[in-house]
């Protein structure tokens, strides 16, 4: 099959307008990303750090980012001496993509620890080379009995807390560093580019928040430029680079990373921006992400464009990694009694029940952006997530989940989880046809776990179309509380290579562990 979002992509004029447009406005360029890159003398530097997605038993996606045009090529070794290495030569980097490339590595050993460099060439003399940027990842294990441990959470920078030094920056991502996970999931907002960075806020008690600034980050962005400023934003940060040398990522996207609660086909009624036309701006960030993100499927040689896919990470584990903002229909009061379109798409639901029809792992992880059964509003009617206050029959979006709850309960498929962010606090939905208004579906999970480094916010209300019952909930009384006031959320999940048994922990920064659960294997619903 072939998908296409309901955004376009950008075309060459679109991309240049947004191009010219933030080299006119923008007068203070970014550090690295600056001057024409012919200007640049010595050797390329590869500044940014390394990052590697969507790892598999035998393959993998090498990122870097140089500070002008240079041939990327890795190194692979099973020891960090790099003896017996074996060298994959990558793209010619340069301005078209804002000097980030993407190597693919295939035939890897499974279950292995990989240790990598990756060295940046002069493309007009080989022999000109940067320093080495160093990095490791372990592949998805071939055997079961070796298990499988992974982190989850979201919502980078968000409402105006950027990366501060005087509390050592976005110190969760060290945190998470040291535990060592096989592979992170980002369930969505990576960037907020629809939130001005500004140089201090002043807390409720009187502290002074400072933040390290970019002109990218002193607007909203429009064009590609202050898009891909916003992803280089986080770079910054010593503690994301090292964690991204350490950690191979799959990541997703939802809202921020274009503006809040977009959908397709939206006009904006909104001053900050010159750009109404939602498609473009959508199109525009879409360009950047993949440019800043090892995503197999947005990959230029072998990716067909689309964000969902699935990760399968050995026998105990397949992650479907869902899209719920290129296809949904407009964000409204959610009360139709027919809607094919979702939140979902056709297509991508089509998709989703294929591929969990077809998966063996003994889980199934359903990566979602938006949580099912808490009530997210879109200003005083509308609604941005699934539920939509009505504690009833489905309506709206609710037809496309109970549709795929359905599906999942009549094929006998096991081993569902669904892992989200989004909210900006941490709970753990047991969901269960005795409590729902919506009956025909087997019981299942649902965690939350974020914010990485952005404002905390009061608990949403539940919808009982589907039955949750909150099991834990820890999210702050009042709204946007800073970094420095709460902490900052994410949760792990580890599976047993023996038992098969499921392990999720909330987790709070500063080595708290919040709430486990233990869920058993092989059974549809627990």
Same mark, same amino acid.
């Given at each position: ?5 309901? #955004?376009?992509? /950008? ?15 923008? =007068?203070? /360029? ?30 993998? %996606? ?10 990327? #090529? ?30 693919? %590595? ?29 990095? =490791? ?61 500004? /140089? ?96 197999? =499927? ?109 599906? #999942? ?23 269960? /046809? ?93």
């Amino acid at each position: 099959m072939s998908y296409r979002p309901r #955004i376009p992509s /950008p075309d060459r004029r679109t991309v240049l307008r947004g191009s010219l447009a933030a080299s006119a406005a923008l =007068t203070l /360029p970014l550090a690295g990303a600056a001057a024409p890159a012919f200007a640049l003398s010595g050797r390329p530097r590869a500044g940014w750090g390394v990052q590697v997605g969507d790892v598999t038993a035998s393959s993998a %996606l090498v990122w870097v980012r140089a500070d002008r045009p240079a041939r990327m #090529i890795v190194e692979t070794s099973a020891t960090e001496s790099f003896r017996r290495a074996r060298t994959w030569y990558g793209p010619l980097v340069g301005p078209g993509t804002d000097f980030t490339g993407t190597t693919p %590595l295939h035939g890897l050993p499974a279950g292995e620890q990989v240790h990598y460099r990756v060295t940046l060439a002069d493309p007009d003399d080989p022999r000109r080379t940067g320093e080495p940027v160093y990095g =490791t990842f372990r592949t998805a294990p071939a055997r079961r009995r070796d298990g499988v441990r992974f982190l989850w959470s979201g919502d980078i920078a968000g409402q105006g807390w950027g990366i501060n030094p005087d509390i050592g920056g976005y110190l969760v991502y060290d945190e998470m560093r040291r535990l060592d996970p096989d592979f992170f999931l980002c369930s969505g907002d990576n960037i907020y580019a629809d939130g001005v960075i500004e /140089p201090s806020v002043t807390l409720p008690d009187g502290r002074v928040w400072r933040n390290i600034t970019t002109e990218e980050k002193a607007k909203v962005a429009e064009t590609l430029a202050e898009y891909r400023g916003n992803f280089r934003y986080n770079l910054l940060d010593d503690n994301l680079k090292k964690f991204n040398a350490q950690v191979p990522s799959i990541i997703q996207w939802d809202d921020h990373e274009v503006r809040n609660n977009w959908y397709p086909g939206q006009i904006l009624d909104d001053a900050r921006y010159t750009e109404k036309n939602v498609n473009v701006l959508a199109a525009r960030s879409m360009q950047a992400f993949r440019e800043y993100f090892p995503v197999s =499927t947005l990959h230029a040689s072998s990716g067909d464009g689309r964000m969902h896919r699935v990760v399968r990470h050995g026998p105990l584990l397949d992650v479907f990694v869902l899209d719920m903002r290129s296809f949904r229909n407009a964000n409204s009061p959610g009360r139709q009694p027919d809607d094919t379109t979702g939140i979902l798409g056709a297509e991508q639901l089509r998709w989703l029940k294929h591929e969990l029809s077809r998966s063996r792992a003994v889980w199934k992880v359903i990566a979602a952006d938006m949580p099912l059964g808490l009530v997210v509003t879109d200003g005083a009617t509308n609604f941005e997530a699934v539920a939509q206050g009505d504690p009833g029959a489905p309506l709206g979006r609710e037809l496309q989940i109970a549709e795929l709850l359905r599906f #999942i309960k009549h094929r006998r498929i096991t081993g569902t989880v669904w892992l989200t962010a989004d909210v900006h606090y941490t709970s753990a939905q047991h969901y269960a /046809p005795e409590r729902a208004a919506f009956k025909d579906f087997a019981p299942f999970w649902e965690f939350v776990s974020g914010p990485l480094a952005a404002g905390g916010f009061p608990a949403n209300a539940l919808d009982n179309t589907f039955g949750p019952d909150q099991v834990f909930l820890r999210a702050p009384d009042r709204a946007n509380v800073s970094p420095m006031e709460s902490p900052q959320f994410f949760g792990e999940v580890d599976i047993d290579g023996d038992s098969g048994e499921l392990t999720v922990r909330l987790r709070a920064q500063g080595g708290s562990v919040l709430f486990t659960t233990v869920l058993q294997p092989g059974r549809v619903g627990q």
